[in-house]
């Protein structure tokens, strides 16, 4: 699916790929590995996703230096869309790129619930070779926590003094540790995981989706 032609089927079909499709699929370009990163991490349904772990984090009080508050919660936002934009590049484009991963999700679509569970979670330390042949996923692994390295060390917030209800001069350490680079890492991978398990069962959910409005549309045209 290389070139420009079909470009958007690729953007709005992988899902629907079968792992028997795989070796018949030509391998993505350079070029085409980061088209896709750009169009999947800059779709319109990835802002407001951070909206809701932004939210979660400010109702945590992760990275406490950023205080609360609209202020806060947009420091948690634009940290948030950063670890994502950063990770989506890593592990989608660059390190694929380099290590001729192929970065796309093959659904399994076939066998239990537990069964196509079990697989979707395993892509996260198995891919395909650019050439086919099944690889340790170190596209994912390495890219993550190349991305959590940079993400934490450029941007997370330093230690600073914040004032606090019970505190008007509180201390709050620095976040740029090897502690916070690992669960961010963990982070990561965890919610990459959802997203495969996702991946994995959305074109079920998408027909049977269909089928229930061409069910309501049926009996509407039927009434009197």
């Not at 999700?105 to 070779?129: C, D, E, L």
């Not at 926590?145 to 505190?167: E, G, L, M, Q, V």
Request: aromatic share 16%.
């Amino acid at each position: 699916m290389e070139g420009t032609s079909n470009d958007r089927l690729f953007y709005t079909l992988p899902n629907f790929l079968t792992l028997q499709g795989a070796h018949q699929l030509p391998p993505l370009s350079v070029k085409d590995k980061f088209k896709v990163v750009a169009l999947g991490t800059f779709d319109p349904v990835e802002y407001p996703w951070w909206g809701v772990l932004s939210a979660i984090g400010q109702a945590d009080n992760s990275y406490p230096a950023f205080g609360q508050g609209w202020l806060g919660y947009a420091k948690r936002y634009g940290t948030t869309g950063g670890d994502a934009m950063v990770e989506n590049f890593m592990v989608g484009a660059v390190f694929p790129a380099v290590l001729r991963q192929d970065p796309r999700y093959y659904q399994s679509g076939r066998g239990s619930f537990f069964r196509r569970t079990g697989y979707s979670v395993s892509r996260i330390f198995v891919t395909f070779s650019d050439s086919g042949h099944t690889q340790f996923n170190f596209s994912e692994i390495f890219g993550a926590y190349t991305a959590a390295c940079i993400s934490t060390y450029t941007y997370h917030p330093r230690s600073a003094i914040i004032s606090t209800p019970s505190n008007p001069h509180e201390f709050i350490a620095s976040d740029r540790t090897f502690m916070n680079t690992v669960s961010t890492w963990y982070t990561q991978i965890g919610l990459d995981t959802l997203t495969l398990v996702v991946k994995e069962f959305w074109p079920d959910i998408h027909r049977a989706m269909g089928k229930h409005k061409g069910a309501a549309a049926e009996a509407a045209s039927s009434k009197p």
